[in-house]
């Protein structure tokens, strides 16, 4: 599986998903601009030790991402989505897209993929689940509905 953050802000954020990643066997893309140093103390305080483990890449736009992998099956994080992300059957190669936290993917982003967009059930009246809790949930369902590939 991999995981791409289009412009993460929150470093503890990124550090928790490089330690998930590392865990799973699940590449991570970066997407600049990132709101903090990959030097940051916050980030590899979450994911030192697992730091090594990690296939890690850079890019400097999504769009860079998509010319990479033409091939590649991406999904779509956002709250704005109508389908919940129970309801798709996730490949083991997939490609799962989350934005940055304060404003999540844009609407550029989201528009061009309406049909592969797709959402955590949550409550109304509560803006949005932390990032890194909302790439462990979907990514283990990918990693679930695949018989978790490498895992055992």
Known sequence: MHIVLVEPEIP?????ISRTCAVTGSSLHLVRPLGFSVDDKSLKRAGLDYWHLL???YYDSF????DQYPQGNF????TKAQKNYH???F???DFLVFGK?????SAEIREANAEHCLRIPMGKDIRSLNLSNSVAIVL???????????LF
């Open 12 to 16: 503890a954020n990124t550090g928790n």
């Open 55 to 57: 296939d890690l890449h």
């Open 63 to 66: 769009q860079e991402v998509r």
């Open 75 to 78: 999904w779509f994080l956002t």
């Open 87 to 89: 309801t798709v059957r």
């Open 91 to 93: 490949g083991p190669d």
């Open 101 to 105: 936290e304060t404003a999540g993917l």
């Open 140 to 150: 283990y369902e990918a990693l679930r509905q695949n018989n978790f590939p490498h």
